[in-house]
């Protein structure tokens, strides 16, 4: 377990280290916290011969509100987010998502934007930035763009980066002080991957839900947008939802798979009953109508 | 101050048996100053990586090699034909050399996914994968044999063999007598478990440094279970006189069987450096671990229990199999399993038919209570009989269990049972668990859609065992009060994490009158003491704690003499309490035991006559051949019914290891034992694929418990001291036998609302628990295992495959190499050499017949003896006679041999415990 030789640049500069992704042409990996690449890396599953360490890039971590939004640094520890007080505040479907990421120890040296650029369907990050509508910068020297995240993903641990690309930040819309957060794992240990994972965040007006964005982790190829549930969701009186109901709606998005440690059919039946119990729980805690 | 024990020979008013004294190891351990293995370097180190086959089954066509000599650092790089240049024998843990040839480095053929193939030899470890990675194979794939199923029926892995079955024990067929009961009886109740593969997963994984130090001397850092058995074992293999090798394993980070023999690698390392003139390391890194180290359990057992309408035990019978994969360290059919499934019960009659088989996996070795099985079966065959029949559970074991008021009694398989307390231990359990007031929460909770369940188990276990297996001899204990009066003893016991340092100097102290913190142990290194096959079967504490107590006793009394001598009193008015000599009756008297020790070494003209000059004293204990240990747990947990999630809520075990030497680190191997217990319950899985690659491969797939799911146990310690020198009975296993029904039954009583468990695969994940609450294949468990209309006729099968089909051979047939038939004028009459496929691998033995018309006599010659034998038949060509054995119990042995021209084939009836295949040659 000693990874393949590879050279190690740590540039400075947004700007030098796009110019050693350009020119690495493909052969290049970038490292922020390695609590998965490292692995990778002494198992020789992933080769590259050139590492880019971001860690040391002026303003790639550190979280800060922008207009409408927050927006977080790639390069920000998992453990510093967990304390921060404007993710606290703004952002607390993050927040919740985030204390289940790996470990204490792993939190400490693992990135928000590592496990997001990363794309791990089972993981808590990925799967939160779709819920929460969030968008990710994107940086080369071919110039910036800015993707949604629920286009972001396109399969297990594949996004559309190009190889030249760096992820550069990430930007959460802001959500009503007042919104309720649904969020629930099933993990076999705590800090395990999920075996069915559920993140989201639902405005309730008058009564009515006026704006919900929900997604699965753990329940497909890609973190899975609850886009059919949204939309049955939004305008409902509380009155008039059925969680059962719409657990089935949720439900229908996913393309859950077997392996060794849950089937297919065990996550889509866990699934279901986990959103309806998230539904209830969150919304007559908070509404006790 | 405490009552004086008349077996003290200390008399301290300080007794340091029975104290949870902190442990001498852990300031070390704890401060980072450990010394494993791969913490070892020598002057000019260079390190090993293998290259290992990619495929489960294949012959290697070639092995490219020139790309990875070119890189820089490089140094050597062995196949199996260059470390063929060493020659070394493959044996088991038992000393028996394997049936089926095993080289260190794949030769010719690939047996698994991981079986090394190629050694590299470079300046560093990553140098070395660089290089293997580099190792070009081409292979002629072939189809793998990866199930039990596949051994059944595919065709045999290993050369030479006519089927995958690696040993055969006991009846094919129920005796007539038992199947009348079975069916007869009022209530027939059946369990099946199917047993997953697991990893031995120590926190150190193997590893080895290897140096020879000149033409006949070999120095060995090894991670291991005895540095004394390592080397008697290596001398074996390599034909070295044990005094040319040097093991030393100071520190261990755990083994629970795994590093009883050297394997492959091991071998390969030490051929290696008998080779090559530098030392050699080889870590063994948590990806080779997982995916190449010898495995676990993987067991199918199928146990049909008879009761009467009152619950009572009438007759049992089982069919046992096991996936030896490759290269298993020792072929077994686990009789173990079937020796120890009743002792502790009311059971008239009990058969069975166990088989190991080889496939194309890595090899398994032994794991912590290798043959558990036997309590999960019974004990969760119990629960579910109780259920059907209506019965409390503990109602139902109390009924059958061997009480002390039962005993001396012999078990259906003949161990005779005389000092066990399974019963007293569930009675003293239920003292410390309000049953009735745990079944009014549970039907409460019920109401609630909660789901509580209660699960109780009782077992016993055999440990401490010498004397009557190949490596299993007593311990030694070499103590010594210095000149400064400071106490040193060298022991043949080892640590792997067991606190043997502590646990020694514990009744070394007590025993001898002198302060715990004055007394060092010394072990892990077989040039500084005696000869002891040290942990393996719960054995330390029992055989090194008599071997430190009876020593200590010795040099006791001989300090005695000595002040009785110079003080002009009696022996019997001297006692010694924490290092200090007194007089009965005059105080002024009292020495330091050092101020004796000064005159001991060096004042010889002031010792008694006949006195031998310094404090020293030796002795080895060989105990009875084997002690029991007993225990009752319960445990008490929580199924969620969305999610099929269990918590574990409350456990409390009641064991009865005899004497407590130190309650912390027996609570410690208990704890130890049931957390893995847990993992093997809940989590541990090493599942191949369909092409034979292991797909655990990280500890993100292969989940081992954690913290948060291992409870806080209770302990109830009920010691009944055994009849050994100290009374201990051995604890190390324990928790990892009756961990896995303890838990399954509250499981099980769990979910009894919805259903029963009808076949408990391990591990018991959410998705299988859900199958039970559903009464649906939600896991797709049943589709696996049952899932094509083939795979269905073989499941159900299992007891008896079609003799006719000429894939496995059935028992009694017998099989004629080439077709030979036996001619009607060949004598059996002359010398053989025969080969009998004993429980503890095959036993080589020489025969020698004498025919006088149709009369058969002779004798048959093992190392253990020679035996004659008389009163044989002789007729067309098969040969059948009896043979009384002793040892290890009374048993007739029933031959019925076949002659086939210069080939000897057939069996051997070994009483209870079945049948064994006979073979041989003429010598």
Redesign the interface.
């Known amino acids: ?5 590879f050279d190690y640049v740590a540039p400075r500069t947004i700007e030098e280290a796009l110019r050693v992704l350009a020119e690495a042409g493909g052969g290049a990996t970038v490292i922020a916290g390695g609590q998965t690449l490292m ?1 990778l890396l ?3 599953m992933s080769q590259p011969f050139i590492l880019v360490d971001i860690n040391g890039i002026e303003g790639f971590s550190g979280v800060t509100r922008i207009d409408g939004g927050t927006r977080i640094g790639p390069a920000t520890r998992q453990a510093d987010a967990l304390q921060d007080t404007i993710l606290a505040r703004h952002l607390p479907a993050f927040v919740k998502a985030l204390s289940h990421v790996g470990h204490h120890q792993t939190r400490n040296r693992g990135t928000v934007g590592g496990s997001i650029a990363l794309g791990e369907p089972a993981a808590e990050m990925p799967a939160t930035a779709v819920a929460l509508g969030a968008t990710i910068e994107i940086a080369s020297v071919r110039g910036t763009r800015r993707v949604p995240a629920r286009e972001f993903y396109v399969g297990p641990y594949m996004t559309v980066l190009e190889p030249d690309e760096l992820v550069t930040g990430i930007v959460y819309p802001d959500w009503p002080e007042s919104h309720h957060v649904l969020f629930r794992e ?1 993990a ?6 999920a ?1 069915v994972g559920m993140v989201g965040a639902a405005v309730v007006e008058s009564g009515t839900v006026g704006r919900a964005g929900l997604a699965w982790f753990g329940m497909g190829p890609t973190p899975v947008a609850m886009v059919q549930l949204e939309a049955a969701l939004v305008g409902k009186s509380l009155d008039d939802l059925d969680p059962d109901a719409l657990a089935a709606t949720a439900i229908a998005d996913t393309a859950p798979f ?1 392996d ?4 297919a ?2 996550r889509r ?2 699934g279901r ?2 959103f309806a ?1 998230t539904l209830r729980e969150a919304l007559s805690l908070r509404e006790p109508a | 101050m405490s009552e004086a024990d008349p077996q003290a020979h200390g008399i301290g008013a300080a007794r340091w048996i029975g104290k949870r004294v902190p442990r001498k190891e852990d300031a070390r351990l704890l401060t980072g100053r450990g010394q494993y293995t791969d913490d070892v370097t020598l002057p000019g180190t260079l390190h090993v990586a293998f290259a290992r086959s990619q495929i489960a089954r294949g012959n290697i066509v070639s092995i490219d090699t020139s790309a990875a000599l070119d890189i820089p650092g490089v140094h050597a790089m062995m196949l199996a034909k260059d470390i063929a240049r060493q020659p070394l024998t493959m044996m088991s843990f038992f000393f028996t050399p394997s049936e089926v040839p095993i080289t260190p480095l794949a030769d010719g053929y690939v047996q698994y996914v991981g079986d090394p193939l190629a050694l590299v030899i470079a300046e ?3 140098i070395a ?2 290089a293997a ?1 580099l190792i070009a194979v081409e292979y002629e794939e072939l189809e793998p044999v990866v199930t039990i199923a596949q051994a059944m029926t595919g065709e045999p892995i290993h050369p030479d063999t006519d089927s995958n079955v690696s040993v055969e024990m006991g009846d094919d067929e129920v005796p007539e007598q038992l199947a009348a009961t079975l069916e007869g009886a009022a209530h027939l109740i059946t369990q099946t478990v199917i047993h997953q593969r697991i990893s031995q997963a120590p926190m150190e994984n193997r590893a080895v440094l290897a140096t020879r130090e000149g033409p006949e001397e070999l120095t060995l850092y090894i991670t291991c279970q005895s540095p004394h058995n390592i080397a008697r074992w290596f001398s074996t293999a390599l034909g070295l006189p044990e005094g040319a090798i040097r093991v030393i394993a100071k520190d261990v980070g755990g083994s629970f069987g795994l590093k009883n023999t050297p394997w492959k690698e091991e071998c390969a390392v030490v051929c290696a450096a008998m080779l090559f003139p530098r030392p050699l390391k080889w870590t063994e ?4 671990a997982l995916t190449a180290s010898p495995q676990a359990r993987e067991q199918e057992i199928k146990l049909d229990v008879a009761f009467d309408d009152e619950g009572r035990l009438l007759g049992a019978h089982s069919i046992y199999d096991c996936n030896n994969g490759a290269y298993p360290q020792g072929a077994d059919a686990n009789i173990a399993v079937h020796m120890f499934m009743w002792p502790a019960y009311k059971m008239p009659a009990y058969s069975f038919l166990s088989r190991g088989w080889y496939t194309n996996t890595n090899g398994l070795a032994a794991y912590r209570g290798p043959w558990a099985m036997e309590s999960l079966v019974r004990e969760t065959l119990l629960d579910k009989a109780a259920r059907k029949i209506g019965i409390d559970p503990i109602e139902l074991r109390r009924r059958n269990l061997v009480y002390l008021s039962d005993q001396p009694s012999t078990s259906s398989m003949g161990i005779p049972v005389d000092d066990i307390t399974p019963g007293e231990c569930l009675d003293k359990l239920i003292q410390h668990f309000d049953v009735p007031a745990f079944r009014r929460e549970q039907a409460e909770a019920r109401q609630q859609g909660r789901y509580l369940g209660l699960g109780i188990a009782a077992y016993i276990e055999p440990t401490g065992s010498a004397g009557s297996m190949a490596p299993m001899t007593g311990e030694l204990a070499q103590v010594r009060i210095e000149p400064t009066g400071k106490v040193t003893a060298t022991m043949s016991t080892h640590s792997q994490g067991h606190g043997t340092a502590t646990t020694m100097a514990q009744c070394i102290a007590d025993r001898l009158g002198v302060r715990y913190e004055d007394v060092t142990v010394y072990e892990g290194d077989n040039t500084r003491g005696g000869f002891g096959p040290g942990a393996a079967g719960s054995r330390q504490g029992v055989i090194g704690g008599g071997a430190a107590i009876r020593a200590s006793e010795m040099l006791a009394d001989k300090v005695k003499t000595l002040a009785a001598h110079l003080y002009n009193a009696s022996v019997e008015s001297v006692s010694i309490e924490e290092g200090m000599v007194h007089v009965a009756g005059a105080p002024e008297m009292s020495r330091p035991i050092g101020e004796l020790a000064n005159i001991a070494y060096g004042e010889p003209h002031r010792l008694p006559p006949e006195f031998e000059a310094g404090l020293e004293v030796q002795f080895r204990y060989q105990p009875p051949p084997m002690t029991m240990t007993s225990a009752a747990h319960a445990c008490v947990v929580e199924v969620d019914a ?4 269990v918590k574990i809520l409350r456990w409390i075990a009641s064991e009865d290891c005899g004497t407590v030497i130190n309650p912390a680190v027996v609570e410690g191997q208990v704890a130890g034992g049931l957390a893995q217990a847990i993992g093997m319950v ?2 541990e ?1 090493m ?1 191949y694929d369909a092409r034979g690659n292991p ?4 500890f ?2 292969y ?1 081992l ?2 913290i ?2 291992v409870p806080v146990f209770e302990y109830v310690h009920a010691n009944t001291p055994s009849k050994t020198i100290g009374g201990m009975r051995g604890v190390g296993e324990g928790g990892a036998i009756i961990g896995p029904p303890t838990l399954v039954n509250a499981i099980a009583d769990a979910l009894s609302p919805f259903g029963e468990i009808e076949e408990l695969v391990l591990p018991l ?3 299988r628990i ?1 199958d039970v609450i ?1 009464q649906r ?4 468990t049943r589709a696996h295992r049952h899932g094509t209309a083939v795979e269905v006729a073989q499941m159900a099968d299992v007891p008896a495959p079609d003799p006719t089909s000429g894939q496995v051979p059935p028992v009694d047939a017998v099989v004629l190499p080439g077709g030979v038939h036996p001619a009607q004028d060949a004598t059996i009459a002359g010398d053989w050499n025969m080969v009998l496929k004993t429980p503890m691998g095959p036993q080589a033995m020489k025969a020698h017949f004498d025919v006088e018309g149709g009369a058969l006599s002779g004798y048959l010659e093992a190392p253990e003896g020679r035996q004659d034998f008389s009163g044989g038949t002789w007729s067309d060509g098969n040969a059948k006679f009896n043979l009384a054995v002793e040892k290890p119990m009374k048993i007739t042995l029933k031959y019925d041999l076949q002659l086939a021209g210069d080939a000897i084939t057939g069996k051997c009836k070994m009483g209870m415990f079945g049948t064994a295949k006979v073979s041989g040659e003429r010598s």
């Open positions: 377990m000693k990874p393949a030789p692995p002494n198992l020789r099933v076999q240990r705590p800090g395990d991957f075996l077997d060794h440690h849950a089937s059919e065990y039946t866990v009953r986990t119990r | 560093t470890r990553a994968e660089d990675a890194d948590r990806y080779e969305e999610t099929g999630f809940l989590l899985d599942p797909t655990a491969a990280t993100k797939d989940l418990p954690a948060t799911d994940t959410p998705a859900l559903e294949d939600v896991s797709g």
